[in-house]
């Protein structure tokens, strides 16, 4: 699989990929909508995570939905937020009853992000899979738990059932964003298989699932179902922090939201994602800082690539 041509995410690939920007007259509608549905009571701050990631890459507006139990304090954490409550699973999921308005939600933003902090796998696969048919309206971000649609009901895998696999083909490419540890939950294959080979595991699940996968680390491949591949060797150790993929997935968000395609938002996300990193390890050191410090670096960091 590695035969084939990969491009480094350098300054040289991004300045030759301009991101779309807004005109001078531009509303906040325009400037794009993100919606991100994540957080759970468990894990409230990643919807406030990836929501601060969205609005930092320049979208005009967020909309969280999150755990009923914690949306007034996601709400008053992020005030720049529309913050929908959706009722809970008994195991800290998302119940089927707020996916009609999800559906809604969906219908209305440029960018659907689902998963971060997410609990109760069974529900988050059984939300994105209510959802699908609304995939052709937005751009579609998966991450942490959503990923758990990958895997078929019956716990089979790539290896195990490539019967079962190919029916989780996606109808429209949507991006996925695992770690290596989630891409071998949802293939069944070894987590040091697929680091012996990222490459061949990112292309292959692109071209099965019909994904765009970023599949992360500290080398993040990039993989379409056409089969571009994109490879990005940056940033630092630092950014190995819970929430730091988090902050990734809602970059991404918003960057789709602003008009960029998935392959696009993906790049410039991860590429922006380590360039923060890098500026936080040279301010704080490599260890210690936070991802909820992530977002804010990304506007200097955008003019500065935008004039590059
Ligand atoms: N946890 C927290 O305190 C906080 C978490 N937050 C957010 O919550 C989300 C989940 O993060 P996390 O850290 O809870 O789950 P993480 O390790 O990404 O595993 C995810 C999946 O990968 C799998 N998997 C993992 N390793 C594996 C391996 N070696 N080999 C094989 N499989 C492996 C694992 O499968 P399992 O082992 O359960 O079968 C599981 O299904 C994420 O959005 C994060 O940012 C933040 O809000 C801040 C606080
Ligand atoms: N050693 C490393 N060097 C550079 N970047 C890293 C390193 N380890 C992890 N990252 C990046 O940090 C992010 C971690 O995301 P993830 O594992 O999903 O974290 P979480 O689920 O805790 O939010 C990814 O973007 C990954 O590429």
Same mark, same amino acid.
């Given at each position: ?7 480094d ?5 991004l300045? $030759? ?11 906040? &509608?325009v ?19 990836a ?6 890459a ?8 999150? #755990?009923a139990h ?15 409550a ?31 902090g ?24 998966l991450?942490?738990a ?27 490419p ?9 891409m ?11 680091? #012996?080979?990222?490459?061949?595991? #990112? ?6 699932? $019909? ?12 993989? #379409? ?31 789709a ?39 804010? &670096?990304?506007?200097a ?5 935008a004039?590059?």
């Open positions: 699989m590695s035969g084939t041509d990969i491009t995410i350098d300054l040289q690939t300045r $030759n990929w301009p991101l779309p920007m807004p005109r001078f007259d531009d509303d906040k &509608e400037r794009g909508h993100a919606v991100v549905v994540a957080g759970s009571r468990e894990m409230p701050g990643a919807a406030l995570l929501a601060n990631g969205v609005l930092r320049g979208a005009g507006k967020v909309t969280i939905a999150t #755990a914690t949306a007034a304090h996601v709400a008053t954490a992020l005030p720049e937020a529309r913050v929908v959706l009722a809970e699973t008994p195991g800290g999921g998302f119940a089927a009853e707020g996916i009609r308005r999800l559906g809604e939600l969906a219908a209305k933003a440029d960018a659907l992000l689902i998963g971060p997410m609990q109760d796998e069974q529900a988050s696969a059984e939300l994105v899979r209510a959802l699908l048919p609304r995939y052709a309206l937005c751009k579609v971000i991450d942490a959503a990923l758990a649609v990958l895997r078929p009901p019956g716990g089979a895998s790539l290896l195990a059932d490539p019967v079962d696999w190919e029916h989780m083909r996606f109808a429209e949507v991006l996925l964003t695992p770690h290596a540890g989630e071998a939950h949802a293939t069944g294959m070894e987590k040091k298989e697929i680091e #012996a080979d990222p490459r061949g595991a #990112a292309q292959r699940a692109a071209q099965r699932w $019909n994904a765009v996968v970023a599949l992360k680390g500290a080398l993040t491949i990039i993989a #379409a179902p056409d089969g571009k591949q994109w490879q990005q060797q940056g940033g630092n150790v630092g950014l190995a922090i819970s929430g730091s993929g988090d902050t990734l997935a809602g970059i991404i968000a918003g960057l939201a602003r008009g960029a395609s998935l392959e696009q938002a993906a790049a410039w996300g991860v590429a922006l994602h380590a360039a923060a990193g890098d500026q936080l390890a040279m301010r704080f050191g490599t260890l210690g800082y936070l991802a909820r410090e992530i977002p804010a &670096e990304i506007p960091l955008l003019r500065t690539l004039q590059a």
